[in-house]
């Protein structure tokens, strides 16, 4: 329809669609290596890999596990990458594709390549490759094993994978061209030995192939017609289309855009996994990390992520994405969709003093202005309640609309209070507040028509149900937390703000004792919160804040 997004990429695949090209075929894939938990970064890949899938007739994505690493590889990650594309809100259809199947193909047609001349088992040590490879203004020197044999390369490479050598002994190179400007194109190494297990081949192989080789053949196996990548890997876009071309092989197009980089957070799997592994957070899902399992635990909807990476779109200039836009498009999602509750999460107990004690009623209160259909509850109302310690000052400033001595205000869906006493401890701090209530103001507006300007939330205290509160707020306090690090000398981890977690023992209205896990609530003048679905206990919820209302650093 005409309101698709629309990129350069999409313009790229309707022209080829339009031409005919890849007999009118449109297959991308999204390859992630399991070895590590999807990161926000990633949606952008996923959006834009099944949206292309979705989006095109005809089109398909393939979800590829580029699993040809074993030894940071594990099925864990595998399984929570699946959950997490399904939580987005994507389908793969019926079968998952795996790198690590096509090892015995990706071995033939290495064997293929050291037929044809294109391949040579080198010697060197890892070191002396690096040393020979040069630089960008320096030029490679060949291994002086580049001219062995063919017969004797392809001895040795059997013997590779037969297991005859350690770990290092020897590799398998590309010839290409030891002079090329592109370091890349230096006779890169395309497999190596590492008697390691692997979490799906278990010890089948103690060789395996390195990413581009793995990468540019996986693509050419499955028909990928478009594979899209990030714009790091356009300097390895000649290795991967001499791969498929001197195998005359199926040949897929690689397109690069800008990964998506977000302000306030680091998103590198190495940084994700020290965080978790220092304890610097409780894992993978702490709703503090950038991970999709963690934005799904603090109470991110998809639509909101999805949303996001629709509104950064597609290009080849690398920004930053400010985190708050991610927030703006979570709070446009949950004022339609959460229902509105009553929540005191720093408790001042207030007395109606002219209310009789063994008394108690319920108002109706509405369960989301943006949205009829969610009707009316019942909140109960009695003589002592809860409002939030700073929704009252004993001594105002000007513009202060809410509570002080002698001061209206309204009480959200119930009355207007006047309040006319202030108790407070031995050290002069506020311990209660004492108030009158105006019996002709029930549902919250006088008969007089008098304004009153200041609106604040309540629980009944007698009616409350405490809760358990995690407020959560920015890991790093620094915008650009990987780079400040780095120009200040230090390591990341010690940009963590001290901050980001505080636990509140609140008060709610009871209704929110029965909340499910996963359950998400707009807390009145507070914010989104979410019931932990770790957590929460039947009648005991956790809540997780999501966001607040309004973004303090927006204003
Ligand atoms: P990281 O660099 O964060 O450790 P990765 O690139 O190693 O992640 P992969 O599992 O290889 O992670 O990524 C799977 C796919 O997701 C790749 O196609 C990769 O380009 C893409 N991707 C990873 N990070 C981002 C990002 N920040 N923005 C857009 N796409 C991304
Ligand atoms: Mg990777
Ligand atoms: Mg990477």
């Excluded at 400033?397 to 002080?404: E, V």
């Amino acid at each position: 329809g005409g309101n698709e997004p629309t990129d350069f990429i999409r313009s790229i695949i309707t022209d080829d669609q339009a031409a005919g090209a890849y007999d009118g075929r449109v297959v991308t894939r999204f390859p992630p290596e399991p070895n590590g938990y999807l990161h926000i970064g990633h949606a952008k890949s996923i959006c834009l890999n099944f949206g292309v899938g979705e989006q095109f007739p005809g089109a398909r994505c393939n979800m590829r596990f580029d699993d040809t690493n074993p030894t940071r590889e594990d099925i864990e990650y595998v399984d929570s990458i699946l959950a997490d594309i399904r939580w987005l809100g994507f389908d793969w259809g019926q079968h998952v594709y795996y790198a690590s199947d096509y090892f015995e193909q990706l071995y033939q047609y290495a064997e293929q390549l050291i037929l044809d001349g294109n391949a040579y088992i080198d010697s060197l040590s890892a070191e002396e490759i690096r040393h020979y490879r040069g630089t960008l203004t320096d030029p490679g020197r060949e291994s002086p094993h580049r001219t062995r044999p063919t017969e004797e390369n392809l001895d040795l490479f059997r013997r590779m994978r037969a297991g005859e050598f350690p770990d290092g002994a020897h590799v398998l190179r590309a010839r290409i061209d030891m002079a090329s400007p592109n370091v890349n194109m230096r006779d890169p190494v395309l497999y190596r030995i590492r008697h390691a297990e692997h979490h799906r081949t278990g010890n089948d192989w103690c060789i395996y192939p390195m990413y581009d080789y793995a990468h540019s053949l996986s693509d050419s196996i499955e028909g990928i017609t478009h594979s899209l990548c990030t714009l790091e890997f356009e300097d390895h876009r000649p290795l991967y289309d001499w791969c498929q071309e001197v195998l005359g092989i199926y040949r897929s197009r690689q397109i690069e855009f800008a990964r998506l980089n977000l302000s306030h957070t680091v998103m590198s799997k190495r940084m994700l996994r020290r965080l978790v592994e220092d304890e610097h957070v409780a894992g993978w899902d702490d709703p503090r990390m950038p991970t999709i399992s963690a934005l799904r635990r603090r109470g991110y909807t998809p639509e909101s992520i999805r949303d996001m990476c629709e509104r950064v779109g597609i290009a080849r200039r690398n920004t930053v994405t400010e985190l708050a836009l991610l927030e703006y498009c979570l709070r446009e999602d949950l004022n339609l969709r959460a229902p509105r509750r009553m929540a005191v999460l720093n408790p001042l107990k207030l007395v109606i003093t002219n209310y009789p004690e063994d008394q108690s009623e319920l108002f109706e209160a509405i369960n989301n202005p943006e949205d009829d259909s969610m009707g009316v509850r019942q909140v109960p109302f009695s003589r002592e309640i809860y409002i939030e310690r700073d929704d009252f000052m004993e001594d105002p400033p000007r513009r202060f609309y809410r509570l002080a001595p002698g001061r209206e205000v309204r009480l959200r869906y119930a009355c207007l209070i006047t309040c006319t006493d202030v108790i407070k401890d031995a050290d002069g701090n506020v311990t209660e507040v004492h108030c009158t209530y105006d019996p002709n103001s029930r549902g919250g507006n006088a008969p007089d028509g008098r304004r009153v300007q200041g609106t604040i939330h309540w629980v009944s205290a007698a009616h409350a149900a405490p809760l358990e509160v995690r407020v959560y707020d920015n890991l790093f306090t620094d915008p650009s937390p990987a780079s400040a690090a780095d120009d200040a000398g230090q390591d990341f981890t010690d940009l963590i703000s001290p901050d980001s977690l505080r636990i509140v023992n609140a008060w709610a209205e009871p209704a929110l004792a029965d909340a499910s896990p996963g359950d998400r609530y707009q807390f009145e003048r507070l914010g989104y919160f979410c019931a932990d679905i770790r957590d929460s206990k039947p009648g005991a919820p956790v809540f997780n804040r999501t966001v607040t209302l309004r973004d303090s650093w927006a204003r």
